[in-house]
């Protein structure tokens, strides 16, 4: 056995044990309303959490913690995925992530970047992956340097494979097993989230984002078009995840995954607190 075997696990042991209550975690947040999009509900727990991973999601935990937060029954959603990120020229990588990071997006997904744009000196607060022919490769935020930070996706075999599609092109492009972006606010991308809102569109292969790393307004226009807390969340993180062979650590609030995500009184509005890895980065939109 390798020494990287062993120690992953050790780490897979002690996760099972901070899961049942064995051993101390890291962090408790308590009295959570936590929205799955994958049971299509919003149901009360705790969440337990230990280095940059949830360990424990269910009620009443009672476990040693070394810290722990009371959340008084808010809203935890996981962190919005930017599918497809087109960053603005004008702005610093720096202001790219915390622009996104305080509206509750905790990863995006840029194409190549190339050696001309610097990445070692990207400290974002969010997650940065950048996307090439070969697969993902965390470029910033919590485990970039890590063994993990390398992730083989199916998608990018054939490229990003989000583009938006021109209009009347929504359906066409799911008949061929395409993940697709939902148009701007058009009447076509109106059309799709009616769909979506009275189950004649399955919502699974459908993605919302901006490009500019802030999904949250999409997110709140969803709702606003009848569409249910659970499926908005999984237009706007579970499915990006899984487009892109992430959703075993990104897109839920679950075991196993990075503790990224994000606590809120209004899906629709600027969170209370926003968490990557496990590290609180964003209150109200501002620094911690």
Do not use: K
């Not at 190339?114 to 940065?128: K, Q, V």
């Not at 209004?266 to 501002?286: I, K, Q, S």
Request: aromatic share 4%; proline share 6%; hydrophobic share 40%.
């Amino acid at each position: 056995m390798t020494d990287a075997i062993r120690d992953r696990v050790r780490t897979m042991t002690r996760e099972i044990e901070t899961a049942r209550g064995q051993h101390r975690a890291d962090l408790v947040l308590r009295d959570c309303q936590v929205i799955s999009p994958y049971s299509n509900e919003i149901h009360p727990a705790d969440i337990v959490v230990l280095g940059r991973r949830i360990v424990a999601v269910r009620p009443d935990f009672d476990g040693p913690a070394a810290r722990e937060e009371d959340c008084a029954g808010l809203f935890a959603a996981p962190g919005l995925v930017e599918p497809h990120l087109l960053p603005d020229q004008g702005l610093t990588w720096a202001e790219v992530g915390w622009n996104a990071v305080r509206t509750g997006t905790t990863a995006v997904v840029t194409p190549e970047l190339g050696p001309a744009d610097g990445i070692a000196r990207f400290d974002l607060p969010c997650r940065l992956f950048e996307a090439t022919g070969h697969g993902l490769t965390q470029r910033s935020g919590p485990s970039a340097d890590s063994a993990e930070n390398s992730v083989q996706s199916a998608a990018t075999a054939h490229g990003l494979g989000m583009a938006r599609v021109p209009g009347g092109s929504v359906r066409s492009a799911l008949r061929m097993g395409r993940t697709v972006l939902i148009p701007d606010r058009d009447a076509e991308g109106a059309e799709v989230l009616a769909g979506i809102a009275d189950g004649t569109l399955d919502a699974r292969h459908l993605c919302l984002g901006t490009g500019s790393g802030r999904v949250l307004p999409e997110v709140a226009h969803a709702l606003a078009a009848g569409i249910s807390a659970p499926t908005a969340l999984q237009l706007g993180s579970l499915n990006a995840a899984t487009h892109y062979g992430l959703d075993h650590l990104l897109g839920s609030i679950a075991p196993g995954r990075w503790a990224d995500f994000f606590l809120t009184e209004d899906l629709g509005t600027v969170p209370a607190r926003v968490y990557v890895g496990g590290v609180l980065v964003a209150e109200n939109g501002n620094r911690p």
